[in-house]
């Protein structure tokens, strides 16, 4: 992974007053990912001093006297996760602070890479007293968790630390896969997501290609009546998010869900397996969206109005048309030589 320089964040207790500290302790974490995008992390169901919680947190834990930072976190993820792990990179590190127990923590965060699962070590107080467990999640799973967990201080305190970090290590990681797909074949698009918008369907095509391939299709016809005075070929994608969220929802699954705009309506994109493109981004311009936390769309929703549902299977139909055989269009073969023509 390219080398980013090391942040550096300082945090403040604000959920019980500094009464001073009486110890610092040196800790590693650990943002843990592998080769398919999920993200695992430990649960921890306590009762204590701090209070009932259930928790999300980032996979680590104390380094022991004389134990290099990088040893440390292999054992920690050892024991807690049972994993054997690529180190791709130090994060950097937070100093935050726990008023309660008069404690400054010095938290090292590593950006690691799954290559196997094993036994857990397990120490008897993370069995008995934290009941800790794995958690297996999607990025935006895990922001959400941890937004919903930050209901006690202590979660709070948690989630405050660890959503920057979580932050830049996904930053890092979209980074790389832009990287490695700019690179193969040199190839970039416009549209927001692309640079994971590599899974493919059943005729071996990839968002990447349909973005190219509904270029040509998107029209005023297809166009929300309501944007429709102002579509044009140089805008090509202004008024078409819903139909053709819910047509790649027909080709690869997943969920379609929509950034709220502040009219009452949402613009829609996909979530698939983790991966989020948005093919219609591009009429917003420079304008970068939220697309943290939104919520689900459904065809029931938007398919109520028969306007929508008639340009839904216009585009659909059109796009079938492009694909099928003797249309000009170069479309990919099974494996007995067939061409696929038939949308889900």
Known sequence: MKHEQPFYLELKDDQWPFVGTDHDRQIVRAIVTDADGWFYFVRAE???????????????????????????IRRELREELGAEVDLLCLLGTVSDYYNLIRRHNLNHYYLCRVRSFGQKHLMPDEIEDFHLSTLKLRYEEA?????????????????????????????????????????????????YGWERADLRDARGLTPRDYYELLSGLWCAETCAPRMRKDWSPENPTLGQCSVTAFLMQDLFGGEVRGVPLGDGNFHCFNVVDGRLFDLTSEQF??????????????????????????R???????????????????ARRGPNGSAYTELP
Do not use: M
């Open 46 to 72: 306590r009762n204590d001093d701090f209070g009932k919680a259930t928790l999300i947190e980032s996979s680590g834990g104390g380094v022991e006297p004389g134990e290099a930072l990088e040893a440390a």
């Open 285 to 310: 311009g420079p304008l970068r969206l939220n697309y943290e936390n939104c919520p689900l769309q459904t065809r029931e929703q938007h398919f109520a109005k028969e306007e929508k549902r008639q």
């Open 143 to 191: 922001v959400r968790e941890y937004e919903r967990r930050a209901c006690t201080p202590l979660g709070r305190l948690i989630a405050a630390r660890e959503l920057p970090v979580l932050r830049r290590a996904k930053a890092l990681l979209d980074a790389q896969a832009a990287e490695q797909a700019a690179g193969t074949p040199g190839k970039t698009w416009g549209f």
């Open 312 to 330: 839904y299977e216009l585009l659909k139909s059109r796009l079938a048309a492009l694909l099928a055989p003797g249309s000009g269009q170069s």
